[in-house]
């Protein structure tokens, strides 16, 4: 799945620079729409599982939930989100994903870039970033609809279609997910104070977009998304029902313009807006319900605006350089989270030489300065380089500083549950070293070996019930391996293992929540119109520090997933896809936690990942 080199110079830089970093020396991972829509994966999660060497994700009940995500070794809040190069991460809870409101009927690709991308995309892309690409406006008119049933209660109806006029192209889209979902918890682990809830939701998502070829290198991208989710929150004690009940909005507008062959640029304005009003009903043991929460609201807005050059040299060097502006603010009632507002200023430039006496060496070194009214100024750099060696390799090297701003839980709550904030906290800040070798065995065997390397200083965590910077440094060291064998069509299969050691300074034992090692396999064949894919996705032992029980583990399983498909009608209109995941229906853990009844002893109970499922989709292009 690794992008082949591709250079492209034009006006739309936002679009082209994962693949120019790529061609600089950056590890990039592509997933593209072909292979979500002939697996039938539904989620941004499920697609991300089992498919890009480096990155671990495990959702906290399947699709529509939350995931502990991990690239590189790193920690969920070390890995920056975004939908169209528009920021979506949480924060308010920095380890929060923002996938559960997000599907995959409007994505043309993923991209997946591996380490430390604070150049160009600013906070918490420490350890990568995960850009969901979503669908342009066909230059002809045409579109498709999908509809989708599951044995877990599955339902799902998808649909968009897109032409042009004097006045430019467009598109409009729509989908509706729901999930009745399963229960998350075995039998044993529910207090007499909990009612047996299943973990299910219920997802829209529709809006448009514009693309209008204003003539002469100039042309107009805007973008409006609303996603609406509503998603059980089940828990094993205390507990009657919880549910959020989420709104989500995207706007963009993007204007670029490729003044002369030798420059161009782009301009953009962003809008971010998600809120969730959280309803729960607690439970005693006699069965008395109480109103914990009544539409308690929280979430968060986010303006941006980017605006980015870059300038081609007589010489053929290039110089990218511009401005990126974030304001940010969010509150939640629920945990008692004060309504905050962050603004944050940044100046950024990357310099490429042209080396005439290594023309084939791609080298770029840049640097960005941040500004933040919560937390000092400080300043990052990176380096990174490819190069062509004999015997058809190909080296990547990387090495450069990057932050991670702290969340709002971290500097404002001030809920009595949980450790206080501090307004005083310092970013965290890293130091990150890739370097990978690539090449090939013949045509059909293709092979990739890297090695990773990051510390992280003023790392946030809790002193004394608060929130404050510590002392000690955390070192993450691992390697990945990646071996792919076949071609395009027919028979294919791709391996591949990650280990990573990720330690805080002092202690002997792997941070919560990152396994120290997971591996994938996959086997497909693909025809003419036909295919199938059987996957295999291995996770080892994971962690979980509990308040008194101490490090538990879970993790190490096997667990298999297919999918089959088959196109059939004038130019393969029609397609028929059959996905099942959890093969074998294996009962595993993808999480741990504590339980603390009112008698007896605190216990761990267990979160259980989904069991078996069969998907059943059909889909009609036009």
Known sequence: MALEE????????????????????AELEVIGSEELDRTGVSDIGQALRGNVPGVYLDPKTGRGDYASVSIQGSRSEDVLWLVDGVRINNRLFGSTSPLDSISTHMVERIEILKGGQGLFYGTQAIAGVVNIVLRKPETDSGGNITGAIGSLGDRRLAGHVSNRNEYGRWLVFGEHDHSDGYRPY????????????????????????YLLDAGEGKSLNALVLRNDAEADFPRNASNFKAVNERDENIVSLKWDHQVTERNGYFIKAYWHDWWTDYTRLSMDSERDVTIVNDRAEWGYDDYGLNLTGRHTTDGG????GGVDYQRYQGEDYSLRIDGKTEAVTAGFVQYRPHLSFSPSTHLALGARYNHSNFGDDHSIWNISLKQPLPGDLSLKASVGTNFRLPSAFEMFV??????????????EES????????????????????GFYREIENLINVQDGTYANSDQTVRVHGAEVALNLGGDHGWQLDL?????????????EQIDGIPEWHANATLSWDGD?????LNARHTGDVATTLKDLGQQHYGDHTLLSASAWHEFGVNGANRLTLRLE????????NGVGQADPAEGAPFRYETLGPPRNVQIEYSRSF
């Open 582 to 589: 959890n093969l074998r229906d294996k009962e595993y853990a």
């Open 186 to 209: 075995e039998d044993s682990s529910f207090l007499a104070s909990a009612r047996r809830q299943k973990r299910g939701f219920t997802r829209s998502s529709y809006g448009g977009r």
């Open 6 to 25: 591709l250079v492209v110079q034009g006006s739309a830089l936002e679009e082209t620079l994962p693949s120019e970093l790529s061609d600089y020396g």
């Open 496 to 508: 591949d293992a990650t280990w990573a050691d990720s330690r805080e300074g002092g202690s002997n």
């Open 431 to 450: 130091i990150n070293t890739n370097v990978s070798l690539t090449g090939h065995i013949g045509e059909p065997i293709k092979w990739h070996l890297g």
């Open 317 to 320: 060097s290039q110089i990218l």
């Open 414 to 427: 001030i809920d009595e549950d949980f450790p206080a904030g501090n307004e005083d906290l310092e970013p």
């Open 529 to 533: 119109n036909q295919g199938w894919q």
